[in-house]
């Protein structure tokens, strides 16, 4: 059953939902004043520990765990940064927030640099979104000017400082350490880790790096307080707490961002939430959060006999029809992602999707590392012959070959983030790859719309 | 010390150190393009991918992959562990690391290999590089296989000129980024910098600038592949016929050990590129430097001279007799060179106080000059330290000068290698009645012609000692045959002694090594 929720989604369909008197109707900047004035640090990272909430970003890192990692250095100031360089193909959650509820990210900031020991927070927003960065400007604006972010918010001595930081349209830089690099003006290149960002991070100082949403559910944790938040979620049992935002796209009626408990299966996502396929065709595939999750077929079951495995009690049942959560997805063999659902619509055309996928990785690979720059390019090349029609079965062998040897071997998740799509297709539609080979499909032919 | 087990072997380690480095010092290579042990960690190549076994109680990262298997018609789902850079990892006690032992190291090295190549030019027969590159050797050692992809391979940039030293061929590129932390963290001047993203990658000059500086020849040394070249050697020679010799920079105090890479056919050097030694230059040498070897054949004096005419060496000693024969020895002076060779200084200095009997013992050097506090020294004279340590009461140049004019100093013996040197030569040589002069360089004294010109041989066609800056007696090694009637000078002092009726007694570099205040691992306090 979806369980939909209205925390942060509450004011998104009423008119100016961004304004700051909006937000303080339903609430807005009490938790930031009450965690300012009443509370410990340690007492707000209990808290978040408690609420299980995973990061939004892509990986799932709990977020009270990260928070603890945090050290006070003995010179060096400490930083929040907020990744807000929604770039994924398929994926369009954060901008949502930024643009109609910009101020539970502001309020999130002050909460979380307290919770972190840091004074300034960066807010790094992917160039393309420009009305996302005019409406954070703004919010900051009004919360500075009410006295709720600056040197002392709400009259405590806990000065913090917002700042948003325009990206330069690179999907790299949503990697946590090449963002750190591009605020800091440098290339936009992946670091190497260790040292983690905790310990050596924006300008060799101790950072936390947090999705953007993962920052503006905050104020909502505090509210409800961590346990009765995490309980809010379907998937509690798994770690997995509270609600986040949904979204679906691709081969849809009603495309669009929802905000439901931790918890929903596919087919609710695709059915309830996106109305249905188009077309009313049935489901060739899904990509379930962001274009570097292995996608599923729905002819998929979950294999887990053992009364002891986590996942026994969906034993034999669809993956469309098992919770997506960050722990049940990596059961499935692929991962919750961004859970912006992508699907695709029987009568399009596989190949012709890895293709699309894969230009975009050619494209975005920062070159740094061989197996990626190389390989990346690799891959769309064989898929862009064997969809010409030159392809031979070498070429359709050597496909997953050169995402095997991608895997793994990259300084950070790009490569994984090539490989494992291009794995997904190619191993779940391998006979599509082949019939362009034996020339029974011809590119002209191919389809990525639903007509 | 800890230890380590690497394949079959157990290593000991300092602690801090990386996996590769430590398996370097036990010299088991573990190949690599982008590491370079005097340059920060990059990791980015990514061949050197080992792999670690879980510390006890932890389990091994695995990722899935897929082999399609043909007989099944199927893909075969399979599970490899993570491999991690050795570049990177610091070695811990106890830790266990496969290399050339594990199949998935093999593989991954195999397919780097195999990205590496995929755009790569393959341009062997016309690459300065040929010869000495590690995509080839490599491919000799994990590769041997033919190209799987068939499309045209990404075009990008050739004979791009960096400044006035240096070719960049961004189609032989491996990104392995040497180059760019070379100038940043060596030559101190971050004027490289990658554009570009994925495979269009290229590295690039900072905008209004060129690679200029000191050290512009060292990007070509330690960039692994054939994208980096200096004009000096480009085209000039393939490597396989060079032979190298170990040697000793003539270019400063600093006493840079380096490789004299010759062609034996003809005689004649064609590079000089630094030699590790931690302790001296680590990894490095300057443009400066490296350029010297044109010395061992440009600019050369390899003709005995009496009076400007070339004679036979019989009849240059006869004239030796001829004008110094009788003179008083306190009216002989002999000058000894700071750019010399330590054994060439000491057989002059054993002709004047033991067989002539002279106490006018003086000295000379070239002139101090640019200085940097990387590797450049201020004192331009390779042996400085050598002349002091032989004859630390030398005098200089100024009471030669004196000595000549109040008419002390009748006749002079002359050890000089060097332009400055030979200036200052000609100075006196208006004055003095008569000099002999052993030289392995042309200079205003020699076209004076006024005196009597031994040709010696240069630092490169004889062994010699050299004590540097902070006095290591460093040795350089013969790596030429001496040109026209050069020798080397040690010898030629011995003939002349004979001339003026003494027996020196050394006829071999063993006899004069064996004499010297020093050994190699002497070190003279400055």
């Known amino acids: 059953m979806l369980q939909r929720t209205s925390y942060l989604t509450t004011n998104y369909d009423k008119p100016e939902c961004w304004a700051l008197s909006l937000y303080e109707s339903t609430g807005g900047y009490t938790q930031a004043k009450r965690v300012l004035t009443s509370m410990t640090k340690e007492q707000v990272i209990d808290e978040a520990k408690k609420a299980n909430v995973r990061g939004r970003g892509g990986a799932g890192f709990p977020m009270g765990l990260k928070w603890s990692f945090m050290r006070p250095h003995a010179t060096k100031p400490s930083y929040l940064v907020l990744n807000a360089d929604e770039g994924e193909p398929g994926t369009h959650k954060d901008r949502t927030i930024m643009e109609l509820n910009p101020h539970s990210v502001v309020e999130g900031c002050i909460i979380a640099c307290f919770a972190i020991g840091a004074h300034v927070a960066y807010i790094y927003v992917r160039d393309e979104l420009h009305l996302s960065k005019a409406r954070l400007w703004g919010a900051i604006e009004e919360a500075k000017k009410k006295g709720y972010i600056g040197l002392a918010p709400f009259g405590v001595d806990y000065e913090v400082q917002v700042h948003v930081h325009t990206g330069a349209g690179a999907y790299i830089c949503g990697e946590e350490t090449a963002l750190l690099n591009s605020l800091e003006g440098k290339r936009g290149e992946p670091r190497l880790k260790p040292p983690f960002p905790a310990q050596v991070g924006a300008f060799g100082c101790p950072t936390t790096v947090n999705n953007l949403e993962t920052i503006a559910i905050v104020p909502t944790v505090m509210a409800l307080g961590g346990e009765a938040f995490s309980k809010l979620s379907g998937l509690h049992a798994f770690n997995d707490g509270g609600v986040r935002l949904y979204g679906v796209n691709g081969h849809v009626k009603t495309p669009g961002v929802i905000e439901l408990a931790c918890g929903p299966t596919l087919n609710e996502l695709i059915f309830d939430v996106g109305g249905g396929v188009l077309g009313d065709r049935k489901i060739l595939c899904a990509i379930p959060g962001g274009s570097s999750t292995p996608i599923l077929l729905p002819s998929e079951t979950i294999n887990a006999p053992d009364p002891a495995h986590p996942m026994h009690a969906f034993h034999g049942k669809s993956v469309f029809d098992v919770p997506l959560g960050v722990d049940t997805a990596r059961h499935m063999g692929t991962m919750l992602g961004t859970c912006c659902v992508t699907v695709l619509a029987e009568g399009t055309c596989p190949v012709l999707a890895m293709h699309n996928l894969m230009q975009f990785y050619r494209h975005e690979s920062c070159g740094q590392c061989t197996p990626c720059r190389e390989g990346g390019s690799w891959l769309l090349r064989t898929v862009d012959r064997i969809l010409d029609g030159h392809g031979t079965m070498e070429d359709v062998n050597n496909l997953s070959d050169i995402a095997s040897n991608m895997m793994g071997n990259t300084i950070c998740a790009f490569g994984e983030g090539t490989a494992m799509p291009a794995l997904g297709f190619i191993g779940k539609f391998r006979e599509h790859f082949e019939a362009y080979v034996r020339g029974e499909r011809r590119r002209a032919d191919a389809r990525l719309t639903v007509a | ?526």
């Open chain 2, 1 to 526: 010390m800890p230890t380590f087990k690497l394949d079959d072997r157990e290593i000991t380690f300092n602690p801090g150190e990386t996996i590769i480095a430590a398996a370097r010092t036990a010299g088991q290579e573990i190949p690599h393009y982008c590491w370079h042990p005097g340059l920060s960690v990059a990791a980015n190549c990514r061949m050197c991918l080992v792999e670690i076994e879980p510390a006890p109680g932890q389990r091994a990262m695995m990722l899935d992959v897929l082999d399609w298997d043909a007989t099944l018609g199927d893909y075969v789902p399979r599970r490899k562990p993570k491999l991690q850079p050795s570049c990177q990892i610091v070695v811990t006690e106890g830790m266990v690391v496969r290399s050339n032992s594990s199949p998935h190291v093999t593989e991954a090295r195999k397919s780097v290999q195999e990205f590496l190549l995929l755009n790569h030019p393959v341009d062997c027969p016309i690459c300065d590089q040929a010869g000495e590159c590690k995509l080839q050797d490599y491919w000799m050692e994990h590769g041997q296989f033919g190209k799987r992809m068939h499309d045209e391979p990404v075009h990008k940039p050739k004979a791009v000129e960096f400044g006035p030293t240096i070719v960049y061929d961004a189609e032989r590129c491996v990104m392995c980024t040497r180059c760019i932390r070379f100038m940043d963290e060596v030559a101190k001047d971050p004027v490289l910098e990658m554009r570009e993203r994925g495979n269009l990658n290229e590295i690039m000059v900072a905008p209004g600038r060129e690679l200029t500086g000191h050290y512009t020849f060292m990007v070509d040394h330690v960039c692994p592949v054939g994208a980096l070249t200096t004009k000096d050697f480009r085209f000039k020679s393939r490597v396989w016929f060079l032979k190298t010799h170990d040697s000793i920079c003539q270019g400063c105090a600093t006493g840079c050990n380096t490789h004299l890479d010759v062609d034996p056919r003809e005689n004649s050097a064609y590079r000089l590129r630094p030699r590790e030694n931690m302790a001296v230059n680590k990894f490095w040498m300057c443009d400066e430097g490296m350029m010297t070897y044109r010395a061992t054949s440009e600019g050369r004096t390899v003709d005995h001279l009496v009076s400007g005419q070339v004679v036979t060496s019989d009849t240059a000693l006869k004239e030796v007799q001829a004008r110094f024969g009788g003179t008083p020895p306190n009216e002989i002076g002999i000058l000894l060179s700071s750019q010399a060779s330590l054994e060439d200084n000491w057989a002059l200095l054993e002709l004047a106080r033991t067989h002539i009997g002279t106490k006018h013992v003086f000295f000379t050097g070239a002139a101090n000059g640019y200085a940097d506090d990387i590797l450049i020294h201020a004192d331009k004279n390779s042996n400085r330290n050598g002349v002091k340590l032989l004859a630390p009461h030398a005098k200089d140049l100024h009471e030669l000068i004196q000595s000549v004019a109040g008419g002390v100093v009748t006749r002079l013996i002359v050890l000089a290698n060097d332009a400055d040197d030979a200036a200052v030569a000609a100075k006196l040589a208006g004055r003095l009645d008569t000099t002999i002069y052993l030289s392995s360089a042309s200079n205003p004294f020699v076209s004076e012609g006024r005196g009597i010109v031994f040709p010696i041989c240069g630092w490169a066609e004889a062994s010699g000692t050299y004590i540097n800056q902070h006095g290591t007696a460093q040795v350089a090694k013969k790596a030429l045959e001496p040109r026209g009637s050069a020798r080397p000078g040690w010898e030629v002092i011995s003939k002349i002694a004979a001339a003026l009726g003494f027996t020196t007694g050394w006829t071999k570099l063993k006899e004069v090594r064996g004499k010297l205040p020093v050994t190699m691992s002497t070190t003279v306090a400055e």
